[in-house]
C-alpha cells in the first residue's frame, strides 16, 4: 500500500492505494454527450509510462527518428512533451486538494478536461499538483502530476498479485453490455429508461487494443476467431481489414483453466492479469499472443447466458416487470472497435511499418464511416 504526498511540503493527497495495470481505456472518448463512470476503483491506482498531457507537438514537429525513438513508428496527431509516468486514481480517493479557482477553461460543456495542464492543487502549499477529469465521454478521474508527487509506502509492504488461479476462483468478469447515461437526462432519476443499452465502452476499448495485434498476427492473412462474443468482436472488423484467399490463421481462447491449445493455433486471445498488465503465457507454443484484459477475456472464454430467475410472492420494487418495465437485454447495433485505442495501439508496433497495415491505419477514417470502428 502507498499514500502519495506532495513533493515540496509533503502533505498527504491520497489514501492509502494500491498499485494495478492501466485500464486499457484510460484515455478512451467515448460517443457524444455520455456520462462515463469512473475510471479507477476505489483504493487503486495506476501509472501511466508514456507522457500524456500538455504541452503537446504537432506530428510535422516530430522528427521520424525522435518518434521511432519514443516507440511511435506511424504518424498521429500529436505528441506529448509532457513528464512520463502520471498516476491515476479515483476522485475520491484525494485528500487535501482543491480546485484552482477559475481554471475552468480545461472542458467543454459538462466539465473538466484538464487539457490545459492541472487544475487541482495541494490544500496545504497551493501548488498544482493534478488534473481532475470529469466531462463528457471521458472517464471520470483524477491524474496525480508526477513530477508534483512522491509515493511513499504504508502498512509494510504491498500484497502479492493475485495467482491466475485466484483471479478465475474470484471470477470478475466485465459485461459487455451496460446502461449508458447521457449527460443531463431529464427523466426519473435512477430508472433504466434514463439509459441506452449499449455494448460496454471497456469491451470496445479493449477490443481496439487486441484488434491491432490481431492485424500484426494474421501476416496479412485472413484470421477466423471463435464463435460466440469473441466472432461478434472481432470477426466482422477482420473480415473487412483482411484479404480473402490465402489460408487463414486461427485464433483461438487459451489462458488459466482452459484446455492446451492445439498445434494448429496460430494467435492465442489471452488474459492480462489486472494487477500486474502481464499477459497469460503458454509453454511450448509459437503462437502470437494477443492480450485481453482479464474481465473481457473471462466473458469470453466463459459467457453467462441471461436466464430468467423466477420470484414468488409480491415483487419487490426495484425488481425489472417483464410485461411494461424491462430494458433491451441487447444493444441495438453491431460491435464497433474504438478507433482511438486502436490508433494508439497500432502506431505503437513496429510493423506498422509494413506497407498494407499503414493502409489500413490511413484508411481508419473510412472503416469508421463504415461501420467498423
Known sequence: MFVFVRAGCGAELTTSLSQVALPAHAHQIYGNGIQLPVLMES???????????????????????EAAARAVYAPVHALSDGAPGAIVIAPGDARGTVLIPGNRTGGYCCGLDGADGPNVACAECALPVASRIDDCSLWQAMWLAPNAVRRLPVDGADA??????????????????????????????????????????????????????????????PVTVPDGLAGKVFQRTLNALLPEGPPA???????????????????????????????????????????????????????????????????????????????PLLPGRLFRVDPGVFQHTLVRLPAVRSPWLREILDGLTQHNRAGFF
Open 43 to 65: 483504493g487503486t491506482f495506476a501509472v501511466d509510462s508514456e507522457p500524456w498531457g500538455p504541452p503537446w507537438r504537432t506530428w510535422e514537429e516530430i522528427h521520424p527518428d
Open 160 to 221: 502479492a498479485p493475485l495467482s491466475w488461479a485466484e483471479l478465475m476462483a474470484e471470477g470478475k468478469g466485465t459485461p459487455p453490455f451496460e446502461p449508458i447515461a447521457t449527460w443531463g437526462s431529464r427523466m426519473r432519476p435512477g430508472h433504466w429508461s434514463n439509459h441506452r443499452w449499449s455494448w460496454s465502452p471497456q469491451w470496445e476499448a479493449a477490443a481496439g487494443q487486441a484488434l491491432a495485434h490481431l492485424l500484426v498476427a494474421s501476416e496479412g492473412r
Open 249 to 327: 490463421r486461427r485464433a483461438v481462447l487459451a489462458g488459466p483453466g482452459r484446455p492446451a491449445p492445439g498445434g494448429n493455433a496460430d494467435i492465442l486471445l489471452v488474459p492480462s492479469h489486472p494487477q500486474t498488465g502481464e499477459a497469460w503465457a503458454p509453454a511450448n507454443t509459437a503462437a502470437y499472443p494477443v492480450p485481453l484484459p482479464f474481465g473481457v477475456w473471462l466473458q469470453m472464454a466463459s459467457p453467462e447466458p441471461d436466464l430468467p430467475v423466477p420470484i414468488s410472492g409480491n415483487l419487490p420494487k426495484s425488481a425489472l416487470r417483464d410485461d411494461f418495465d424491462s430494458p
